[in-house]
Nanobody, 124 residues
Framework: QIQLEESGGGLVHTGDSLRLTCRAS????????TAWFRQAPGKEREFVAAINWRGGTPDYADSVKGRFTMSRGDANNAVYLQMDSLKPEDTAVYYC?????????????????WGQGAQVTVSS
């Protein structure tokens, strides 16, 4: 059973940057897709970004396009979410998720494996 662990969350001000890291261990898929989702208080979990194991151009939610950048580490056991120009509406718990296969999905139910989440708080 794959294990995912997020790190890098914190409290920042509007316009600041943060980088989240998701590290995977005990991965059993040879082909896989990794995604970031987030959940704000009182709201449903929403898709943020996703990338397949080959890397390449990630998919992004419209709300973060141009501000967030997702990438893979060279060893492929880590993915990163660079978040720039942060806004108070980006405040949420950010989750790393993974599924087998190369198809990127924006639906959280398509991902069977999840990390514990990292809190990101952006103050105005």
């Amino acid at each position: 059973q794959i294990q995912l662990e997020e790190s890098g969350g914190g409290l920042v001000h509007t316009g600041d940057s943060l980088r989240l890291t998701c590290r995977a261990s005990k991965r059993t898929f040879s082909l896989y897709t990794t995604a970031w989702f987030r959940q704000a208080p009182g709201k449903e979990r929403e898709f943020v970004a996703a990338i397949n194991w080959r890397g390449g151009t990630p998919d992004y939610a419209d709300s973060v396009k141009g501000r967030f950048t997702m990438s893979r580490g060279d060893a492929n056991n880590a993915v990163y979410l660079q978040m720039d120009s942060l806004k108070p509406e980006d405040t949420a718990v950010y989750y790393c998720a993974e599924r087998g296969g190369l198809a990127v999905s924006t639906v959280d139910k398509d991902y069977p494996s999840w990390g514990q989440g990292a809190q990101v708080t952006v103050s105005s």
